[in-house]
Nanobody, 120 residues
Framework: QVQLVESGGGLVQPGGSLRLSCRVAGNIFSTSTMAWYRQVPGKQRELLAEISSGGNRNYADSVKDRFTISRDNGERTVNLQMNSLKPEDTAVYYC??????????????WGQGTRVTVSS
């Protein structure tokens, strides 16, 4: 059974940093594109950053140059280093794993979310 478990959220002052981690249980990590999303009440979930199984990275404009996504295939972990945090970064952050089956079906897995609050 696949399970994604996030950690590292919390309260931080504007300008500060946080590092989110997501550990994946289940044999899907090495073949999955891993991503981080966030969501605030009343808005759609927003894709922030993704990293392919080969290590290619993409970032949303809102976090480019401030956030860095990385993966450790041996530990089955994806991380999101967040620097220069702003109050508007306050949200629930979700880890996502996306992969295709041999038959071409796209599968998505989600973590339970971790809350990040940026406030003085």
């Amino acid at each position: 059974q696949v399970q994604l478990v996030e950690s590292g959220g919390g309260l931080v002052q504007p300008g500060g940093s946080l590092r989110l981690s997501c550990r994946v249980a289940g044999n899907i990590f090495s073949t999955s594109t891993m991503a981080w999303y966030r969501q605030v009440p009343g808005k759609q979930r927003e894709l922030l950053a993704e990293i392919s199984s080969g290590g290619n990275r993409n970032y949303a404009d809102s976090v480019k140059d401030r956030f860095t996504i990385s993966r450790d295939n041996g530990e089955r972990t994806v991380n999101l280093q967040m620097n220069s945090l702003k109050p508007e970064d306050t949200a629930v952050y979700y880890c996502n794993a996306r992969r295709r089956t041999a038959g071409g079906t796209s599968l998505n897995y989600w973590g339970q979310g971790t809350r990040v609050t940026v406030s003085s």
